[in-house]
């Protein structure tokens, strides 16, 4: 076999398994966010990868998902998070105006920390593979 029929080969098999490798990388991470009050509006929630910006708006600049509010419990799934550790923050945007109101609106952290303001590493969930958790919204003001 030639060199060029040897790095072909190389580069064949490559791209046949580059479709498994990045398969293997992106990760689904469900979070189910319990203690929902009510059908009204939206649940949003972000994983966000830099502990400086941790629970300020620009974090919800990240990885997002939302479901519609159900009273109870509702399943918010992330698709394609990459390998890493994020912070998870949640929210009950009851008015669906898409902005997080600590005196109105219930939230929730990962580890269903309760600190305020959050601690990205109380609140951070390490993605290494698909990964199942829960948190429990509560509100600031009772």
């Given amino acids: 076999m030639t060199i060029a029929g040897k790095f072909g080969l190389a580069a064949l098999c490559a791209l046949a398994i580059a479709p498994f490798a990045t398969a293997q990388q992106a990760a689904k991470v469900t979070v189910t966010v319990n203690n929902v009050a009510n059908a009204n509006g939206t649940i949003r929630g972000s994983l966000c990868p830099d502990a400086d910006v941790f629970a300020k708006a620009e974090c919800f600049n990240a990885v997002n998902a939302s479901a519609p509010a159900a009273a109870g419990a509702v399943v918010l799934n992330f ?16 008015d669906n105006d898409g902005q997080i109101n600590v005196f109105s609106d219930a939230f929730a952290f990962g580890n269903n920390a309760k600190d305020l ?17 829960e948190t429990t919204l509560f509100r600031m003001v009772q």
């Fill in 79 to 94: 698709a394609d998070v990459k390998p890493g550790t994020y912070g998870l923050a949640v929210f009950h945007d009851e």
């Fill in 117 to 133: 303001p959050p601690i990205f590493e109380t609140a951070a969930l390490k993605v290494t593979g698909d990964l199942k958790t």
